[in-house]
T-cell receptor, first 114, second 115 residues
Framework: DGGITQSPKYLFRKEGQNVTLSCEQN?????MYWYRQDPGQGLRLIYY???????QKGDIAEGYSVSREKKESFPLTVTSAQKNPTAFYLC?????????????FGQGTRLTVV | DQQVKQNSPSLSVQEGRISILNCDYT??????FLWYKKYPAEGPTFLIS???IKDKNEDGRFTVFLNKSAKHLSLHIVPSQPGDSAVYFC??????????????WGAGTKLIIKP
């Protein structure tokens, strides 16, 4: 089955620690995205990648880092510099970086800082 | 500054009736709009879209209407079914060839279909 997989589903982190969220897709999509969702707000773009070995900052990239070494994988690292990391994180992919191509989403990772 | 607003956090509709979900936007450069549906513990899934060159797009029970002058779009579901109970997100974007293009999302409306 083709799809996009995020892991883990729930993640707890101590303050001051970095943590990496996994995102893998087997859809052969060029473009991948990371979004953050907070209660009462829409999805906000953290980082996106139009193609392998390339990525760009979104609206709220501070305190986050990504890599795109493989087409299938787009991991997100939440660093200790992120002041309010507790949120629901969604990874998505689309065939190309183009507005009329709908994105396919993973099931999300809920990160809680304890 | 929310460029895409879904002012109703929740909506309750009787099964078989029409569900109307609304979305307002402020950026006149937006010219492509999408609706996504999200069930609990799942990622959003694409539902329907509309380009600004149209004022209506229909797909089965789902119809999206766009009123550019009012900067308003709506999603109609007729007839509403229990499986339609979900959170619905509206998203908008500017020109597809804009290198800085990205989708701007509303906060979502939770639709509850009552039996």
């Amino acid at each position: 089955d083709g799809g996009i997989t995020q892991s883990p589903k729930y993640l707890f982190r101590k303050e001051g620690q970095n943590v990496t969220l996994s995102c893998e897709q087997n859809l052969n999509h060029d473009a991948m995205y990371w979004y953050r969702q907070d209660p009462g707000q829409g999805l906000r773009l953290i980082y996106y990648s139009q193609i392998v070995n390339d990525f760009q900052k979104g609206d709220i990239a501070e305190g986050y880092s990504v890599s795109r070494e493989k087409k299938e994988s787009f991991p997100l690292t939440v660093t200790s510099a992120q002041k309010n990391p507790t949120a629901f994180y969604l990874c998505a992919s689309s065939p190309v970086w183009r507005v009329n191509t709908e994105a396919f989403f993973g099931q999300g990772t809920r990160l809680t800082v304890v | 500054d929310q460029q895409v607003k879904q002012n109703s956090p929740s909506l309750s509709v009787q099964e078989g009736r029409i569900s109307i979900l609304n979305c307002d936007y402020t950026n006149s450069m937006f010219d492509y709009f999408l609706w996504y549906k999200k069930y609990p513990a799942e990622g959003p899934t694409f539902l329907i879209s509309i380009s600004s060159i149209k004022d209506k797009n229909e797909d089965g029970r789902f119809t999206v209407f766009l009123n550019k002058s009012a900067k308003h779009l709506s999603l109609h579901i007729v007839p509403s079914q229990p499986g339609d109970s979900a959170v619905y997100f509206c998203a908008a974007s500017a020109h597809p060839m804009d290198s800085n293009y990205q989708l701007i999302w509303g906060a979502g409306t939770k639709l509850i279909i009552k039996p």
